[in-house]
């Protein structure tokens, strides 16, 4: 069984920066992909960024070139930093683990999900 802890939520100003943590524990291949998604109130969940490893990487095309996603397969954390916040970012971030081959950007490809972590970003 695999356990994600998201931390590094909170509040930020329009343009701020926030990074955001993945901590796994358990049976956490190093092959996994790591992604992240996020929820705003009424909203589906949508897919944010994932890696497989620095060369294999995915980004929606509402946070290319401002977050960036990276891991640390010595301690088991994934990263997410995001930078020139939006208040559109505002959501809850969750971390999911997928044993999938090619990186997936949909919720039902992911068998492992954190609790979330919130970030909301003030106008």
């Known amino acids: 069984q695999v356990q994600l802890v998201e931390s590094g939520g909170g509040l930020v100003q329009t343009g701020g920066s926030l990074r955001l943590s993945c901590a796994a524990s358990?049976?956490?291949?190093?092959?996994?992909?790591m992604g992240w998604f996020r929820q705003a109130p009424g909203k589906e969940r949508e897919f944010v960024a994932a890696?497989?490893?620095?060369?294999?990487?995915l980004y929606a095309d509402s946070v290319k070139g401002r977050f960036t996603v990276s891991r640390d397969n010595a301690k088991n954390t994934v990263y997410l930093q995001a930078n020139s916040l939006k208040p559109e970012d505002t959501a809850v971030y969750y971390c999911?683990?997928?044993?999938?081959?090619?990186?997936?950007?949909?919720?039902?490809?992911?068998?492992?999900w954190g609790q979330g972590t919130q970030v909301t970003v003030s106008s």
């Open positions: 999911a683990a997928s044993s999938r081959v090619i990186i997936p950007t949909t919720p039902p490809a992911y068998l492992y």
């Open positions: 358990g049976r956490t291949p190093s092959t996994y992909i």
């Open positions: 890696m497989r490893t620095s060369l294999s990487t």
